[in-house]
């Protein structure tokens, strides 16, 4: 299986938690740097966190989120809590080969198909 899949989405009200999970091919984690991105309707897609090959961790969204990974059980996982509305969003995990921008999605070779976080107000 070399997809990332994502799970963990959902519907919840404003000030809620979620964790989001990334199932990866093995050794993934350990091979490439891994991030988490994200694209609300009508909106480009926006860079949230990543987390390198060694554990460095990069954050656009400050304070709330936190990113963390499971090298043996190659997974990736995005802790999401004080969820807002303006947070609602397919949320992506990607994997790029190490010495690429976090931030940038073009260094991103493989991507999976997303799951879908929703805020109500």
């Known amino acids: 299986q070399e997809q990332l899949v994502e799970s963990g989405g959902g519907t919840v009200q404003t000030g809620d938690s979620l964790r989001l999970s990334c199932r990866a091919p093995?050794?993934?984690?350990?091979?490439?740097?891994m991030a988490w991105f994200r694209q609300a309707p009508g909106k480009e897609r926006e860079f949230v966190a990543a987390i390198s090959r060694t554990g460095s961790r990069t954050y656009n969204v400050e304070g709330r989120f936190t990113i963390s990974k499971d090298d043996a059980r190659s997974r990736v996982f995005l802790q999401m809590n004080n969820l807002q509305p303006e947070d609602t969003a397919v949320y992506y995990c990607a994997a790029a080969q190490p010495g690429k921008p976090a931030r940038a999605s073009s260094s991103y070779d493989n991507w999976g198909q997303g799951t879908q976080v929703t805020v109500s107000s």
């Open positions: 093995a050794r993934t984690t350990m091979w490439y740097n």
